[in-house]
């Protein structure tokens, strides 16, 4: 199985500011996902993260407002920029195992609440 | 319409019955099919993937019905510990997962 680790487990933000969350694999993995839960709701794809290009976003979620980076095939970063209380959510990253292909790993998330 | 349709209960049964869940998707593309897992405050976790023929482990079954794009999952035999909610999630081939809203079940003492 793939260990999904991500930091800051949770913190709090003043509307406006920007926070960069960070995810690490223990292992290499081919794709990464960035994922958001927002309060009672299922989980929504943010984008998936290309290592060494520019990641893919779904419809409703632009590069200015979440960019990604994945400079390896183990890390990525999301920062959710200019924050309002609507940004509030749980923030997931997530990855294929590399042995069970069958099987996408989630990290624990990142709580944000914005004020 | 939603990608992934599930019933969002909550679904109370006592230990010991048996529940059924139901989840339908609308992408007749969609490749594979999943239960996920999630308790509260906690990330999603795989339960079983689906296949067409059926797949069953101990007392979980999950089927898969492609002309209908209908997918269950059964429980046997509920345990107090298979409270949780329970994701149906899909992916239609880009390796991404579309999720379901989740189903929650609480099983009662």
């Known amino acids: 199985s793939a260990v999904i680790s991500q930091k800051p487990s949770r913190d709090i933000c003043q509307r406006g500011t920007s926070l960069t969350i960070q995810c690490q694999v223990d292992s290499q993995v081919t794709m990464m996902f960035w994922y958001r839960q927002q309060p009672g709701q299922s989980l929504t794809l943010i984008a998936t993260?290309?290592?060494?290009?520019?990641?893919?976003?779904e419809s409703g979620f632009v590069i200015d407002k979440f960019p990604i980076s994945r400079p390896n095939l183990t890390f990525s970063t999301l920062t959710v920029s200019n924050m309002s209380p609507e940004d509030s959510s749980i923030y997931l990253c997530s990855a294929w195992g590399q042995t069970n292909q069958e099987t996408q790993y989630f990290g624990p998330g990142t709580r944000l609440l914005v004020l | 319409r939603k990608e992934v349709e599930q019933d969002p209960g909550p679904f109370n049964v006592p230990e010991g019955a048996t529940v059924a869940f139901n989840c339908t998707y609308s992408?007749?593309?969609?490749?594979?099919f999943f239960w996920y897992r999630q308790d509260c405050r906690k990330e999603p976790k795989l339960l079983m993937s689906?296949?067409?023929s059926g797949n069953e482990d101990g007392r979980f079954t999950a089927q898969l019905n492609r002309a209908s794009q209908y997918i269950s999952l059964l429980i046997r035999d509920s345990k107090l510990s298979d409270s949780a909610t329970y994701l149906c999630?899909?992916?239609?081939?880009?390796?991404?997962?579309?999720f379901g809203s989740g189903t929650r079940l609480q099983v009662q003492p």
């Open positions: 689906v296949y067409s």
């Open positions: 992408n007749s593309a969609s490749q594979s």
């Open positions: 993260a290309n290592q060494g290009s520019e990641a893919t976003y």
């Open positions: 999630v899909v992916d239609t081939g880009r390796r991404a997962l579309t």
